[in-house]
């Protein structure tokens, strides 16, 4: 790892243990172990840094979860790998989608749609709803209500299983898979 993703990794561990307003770019600088100038050099504000933060966790979050996606596969199809892979993702990166998905709409003032500053994640499961609208198969709603619906459920669930109040064995995905798909389909 370098400085850069010191900084970052030290900036992410304290947001989880002390929340993102109590995060000082002093207690960051102690936590990577860097000084001013280090810090200073990669990024100039407190801003800048979360900012930063929050898109290569993103665009982590994109590549992992889009990483087998294929636009000409059948669109339930799409939706079941986007799904699992957007459970694996969240259950072993689960501070990251935490800070993620609360950034998100922290940025909501600054940030007019959730497609702004994409890498492809979020338009990929729009088009997946998109094309599922148009077949017909998935109901006819708003692709952002539908998004949250299915996002919600998959989240819902990795933090149960991570607050272990239940497990999860391999063959219990493809239900996930199967209740998100029904809660926005025909």
């Known amino acids: 790892m370098n400085k850069r993703d010191d900084i970052l990794k030290a900036t992410l561990d304290l947001i989880v243990k002390e929340g993102l307003h109590s995060v000082t770019l002093s207690k960051i600088r102690k936590n990577a172990d860097v000084g001013s100038g280090t810090l200073y050099n990669y990024f100039s504000s407190k801003d800048e840094l979360i900012m930063t933060l929050y898109l290569d966790l993103r665009s982590k979050m994109g590549e992992n979860v889009l990483k087998d996606y294929n636009p000409s596969d059948y669109v339930r199809v799409q939706f079941d790998k986007f799904i699992r892979n957007f459970y694996f993702y969240c259950l072993d990166h689960l501070d990251e989608v935490n800070f993620v998905e609360q950034y998100t709409f922290y940025l909501h003032k600054e940030c007019k749609t959730l497609e702004e500053g994409d890498n492809g994640f979020v338009k990929t499961i729009m088009r997946i709803l998109e094309n599922g609208k148009s077949q017909k198969v998935i109901v006819q ?14 989240l819902t669930v990795v933090k149960g299983i991570t ?10 995905v493809s239900d996930l898979t ?9």
Do not use: P, R, T
């Open 178 to 186: 199967d209740i998100c798909w029904n809660s926005i389909s025909y």
């Open 141 to 154: 709603k708003d692709v952002h209500l539908l998004f949250q619906v299915v996002y919600g459920i998959v």
């Open 163 to 172: 607050a272990k109040k239940f497990k999860m064995k391999e063959g219990d």
